[in-house]
């Protein structure tokens, strides 16, 4: 499978790095499949640049793959979110984007019930992300290329 990485750098070499803010599946190297999507998300920098990377699942490490957008996926992103961590090597599934996410801040806060939730998200077009929690998983990256987006 290709992936993608959308950022303001090229990375040859991906890393873990910690960030303040908690994410969808937690702390990783953030990929797509889709390269639309990867381009939108290094447009957010003043030199957009996507890296291309070529990934081979592994076989021997933990993974979680989320085939759709179910209570399981919902419940993994409000824990990720709220800072818990997790033991999965590589979390595969569709992304909260910003809208998908006020959904969710709203069913965390009581404003929507699971049943409201589920009802508005089912209209959002598919989004996609993979995330390599562990320097094992990045090892089924391979470095094929990066480009920079235009504006």
Known sequence: MIVY???????????????????DFGC???CTRLQPQAEKW???YSTP????YEYTPPVTLDLLKFDSMTDRWLDFI??????????YAIVEGAMAND????????FVNGILTREQFWVLAK????T????????????????????????
């Open 5 to 23: 990485h959308g950022g303001y750098s090229v990375i040859e070499r991906p890393e873990i790095r910690i960030s303040k803010n908690e994410k």
């Open 28 to 30: 990783g190297f953030y």
């Open 42 to 44: 290094a447009k957010r």
């Open 49 to 52: 640049v996507v890296s291309v």
């Open 78 to 87: 409000v824990d990720c979110r709220s800072g818990q961590s997790h033991s």
């Open 99 to 106: 809208q998908v996410w006020n959904y969710i801040a709203d």
């Open 123 to 126: 209209f959002k077009h598919p």
């Open 128 to 151: 996609h992300q993979i995330v390599f929690c562990t320097e094992s998983a990045l090892d089924c990256l391979r470095y094929l290329k990066s480009y920079e987006v235009k504006i």
